[in-house]
């Protein structure tokens, strides 16, 4: 089985080291050691926790009547408008999203950067590689 050091980790949770290792050490998330006594976090256990973090963010406050189930909660960093069209940059984590949509999207929605927006995605195609 797969396991990740704190580092690795913290990375893949969008969390410092620091935060990864206070959470690893109040028990959080199980830890092991391997031979060199370097603390390690097996596959299956970094999955379910991440899986706990997102489902209690508390990011969103009311109740969503929605079929998209990807939310990413995070900071418009760019608005880029047309005649039609905008462009609207979020960076949610170490996610950046780029969202394509009209121009009166983008008005109605008064989207400016700094201020909190969550991106949803709802996909046909999901394409995963292996890392």
């Keep these: 089985m797969q396991s990740y050091t704190i580092g690795q980790a913290a990375r893949l949770l969008g969390v410092s080291p620091d935060t990864a290792r206070r959470w690893a050490d109040a028990g959080r ?4 050691r391997d031979d060199s006594g370097r ?3 097996g596959g299956r ?19 969503s009547d929605t079929s998209v189930r990807n939310a990413f909660p995070g900071i418009v960093t760019a608005v880029r408008l047309g005649d039609v069209a905008a462009q609207v940059e979020i960076q949610a984590g170490p996610h950046r ?3 394509l949509l009209t121009r009166e999207a983008v008005e109605e929605l008064g989207l ?10 709802k996909a046909t195609n999901v394409h995963v590689d292996r890392a």
């Design 97 to 99: 999203l780029v969202s």
């Design 112 to 121: 400016e950067v700094g201020m909190r927006a969550t991106a949803r995605v």
């Design 39 to 41: 603390r390690l976090i």
């Design 45 to 63: 256990d970094l999955a379910a926790f991440s899986v706990e973090l997102a489902q209690g963010d508390g990011e969103e406050d009311e109740a």
């Design 29 to 32: 998330v199980a830890t092991h």
